[in-house]
């Protein structure tokens, strides 16, 4: 069996390249790949497109806000390009305020579809969501039983950085309480698929095969989180 | 404008809770529909469902008893209940979108006559935050709106049209402000029930859409 297994976060993000589509996972702070996040900041990659839920916060933990900072980020596929209150600016706002970073707003049940397609090899689908609003201008529009929907297409991505509970050293992967918000859908459709585990790595065979949130096939690069870094 | 005490937030929440019936499954937006968990009514089991795939969460947390891993769609720490079930964000938006949601509870800028809402995007501002409120909007068996009357300068929020960019056309239902209960019908917005002390054409005075009284008409009423 191959081995996914990684002993530093540098190495598991030294190959990104510039210009790549990056997914990072984390829902009201919860399931944040912090540690990789830090690493691919420390890498340097740019002209990154990042997708997340949104863009960053105000804190000082390390997000997708901390590489947008840093203007690795050229483009941020997201459910929120303004802050849910206008006090809230963020670098990401700034930068989008001097038209120094593109956004492209999308509706966060539409953003996780989007990536479940990708992942599903699904040409596109059609969803209610948006019909009437200033976000469906543009796009196909179809009546199916009677209701109108909209057409959108998969959003795939190059690389995924997720956060884990556990893991096997095949990368079969299990995840705890609201930690697991975006981080299946991105760890399926993301074309390699990098890994930071919060509790423990097992062994394979530990792990009962009805209780795999995502199956270790999708998993490329596994790294357990050292008692220094960072859990939260 | 009238200077006649107005609702609390938590009584405009209490009054959208009591409508919420035994099994339904509610969703609660950020800010102050999330007070609507504080109403209890022992008679009712509801579910509340978070967008971030927490489905049958329990009341906030108590300070030094906080699961790190669960929170609301607010990044509020909840508790787990016997019965709670976590799907990722694909499977909860599902779940939304497949008509499984009965009531969502939403903030709102402006609200309009025929039900249109607006809640996410401010012109003036870049950018918009829509999180899951369009996918609830156009998918949840119903939509209530709980939010202050007027805007803080004083300018009306029940309209004709909206002026902002809706965030779904014809979607509410129902509508709590500090000044009453709305409902919204073919003919606009009724008014169901008034702050104590308010008279129609008080709230009129302080509306742009046109008010129709309920005949069954009453006082707030939120216990």
Not at chain 1, 135 to 147: C, D, F, Q, S, V
Not at chain 1, 156 to 181: C, H, K, V, Y
Not at chain 2, 123 to 145: E, N, Q, S, W, Y
């Amino acid at each position: 069996m191959k081995n996914k297994i990684y002993d530093s976060f540098d190495q598991a993000v030294s190959d990104i390249p510039d210009g790549s589509t990056v997914m990072s996972p984390g829902f009201g702070q919860v399931g944040v790949p912090r540690n990789l996040l830090a690493a691919l900041n420390r890498q340097g990659a740019k002209h990154l497109t990042a997708v997340s839920n949104n863009a960053g916060t105000l804190d000082d933990k390390i997000d997708i806000g901390t590489l947008i900072e840093a203007g690795q980020v050229k483009k941020m596929i997201c459910a929120f390009t303004a802050p849910t209150h206008p006090s809230q600016v963020t670098p990401f706002v700034q930068m989008y305020n001097n038209d120094e970073i593109d956004a492209e707003l999308v509706p966060q049940g539409t953003l996780a579809e989007r990536m479940r397609a990708a992942a599903a090899g699904i040409g596109g689908f059609y969803t209610p969501t948006s019909v009437g609003t200033e976000l469906a201008e543009g796009k196909e529009h179809r009546e199916i039983n009677g209701r109108m929907h909209v057409l959108e297409y998969p959003l795939p991505g190059d690389f995924a950085l997720i956060r884990a509970w556990r893991a096997d050293t095949f990368g079969n992967l299990q995840f705890r309480m609201a930690q697991r918000n975006f981080n299946p859908i991105m760890a399926t459709a993301a074309a390699v698929t990098i890994v930071e585990i919060e509790d423990k790595i097992v062994e394979v065979g530990e792990l009962d095969p009805d209780h795999i949130h995502v199956p270790g096939v999708y998993v490329n690069r596994l790294i357990q989180i050292p008692s220094d870094g960072i859990f939260g | 404008m009238s200077d006649k005490p107005k609702l609390e937030r938590q009584a405009m929440c209490d009054r959208l809770a009591m409508e919420f019936q035994d099994e339904w499954i509610v969703n609660l937006g950020v800010g102050m529909p999330t007070l609507c968990s504080n109403y209890t009514d022992s008679s009712k089991e509801i579910i509340f469902h978070s967008e971030n795939g927490v489905i049958g969460y329990g009341p906030l947390a108590e300070e030094g008893k906080e699961d790190k891993h669960l929170v609301n769609a607010g990044g509020q720490n909840v508790t787990a209940v016997p019965g709670m079930a976590i799907v990722h964000h694909a499977d909860s938006f599902a779940l939304i979108r497949g008509g499984m949601v009965d009531v969502t509870v939403m903030g709102a800028y402006e609200v309009a006559e025929n039900g249109d809402f607006a809640n996410w995007r401010i012109p003036t501002r870049k950018g918009g935050g829509i999180g899951g409120a369009m996918d609830l909007a156009a998918c949840a068996k119903r939509v209530f709106i709980a939010m202050e009357h007027t805007t803080r300068e004083g300018s009306p929020r029940l309209l004709k049209k909206c002026n902002l960019p809706v965030t779904a056309p014809s979607a509410v239902k129902l509508l709590a402000t500090d000044l009453g209960l709305f409902e919204i019908a073919s003919e606009g917005f009724i008014l169901k029930e008034y702050a104590p002390g308010w008279t129609l054409e008080e709230i009129q005075a302080e509306t742009e859409a046109k008010l129709t009284l309920a005949t069954d008409a009453k006082e707030f009423r939120f216990r």
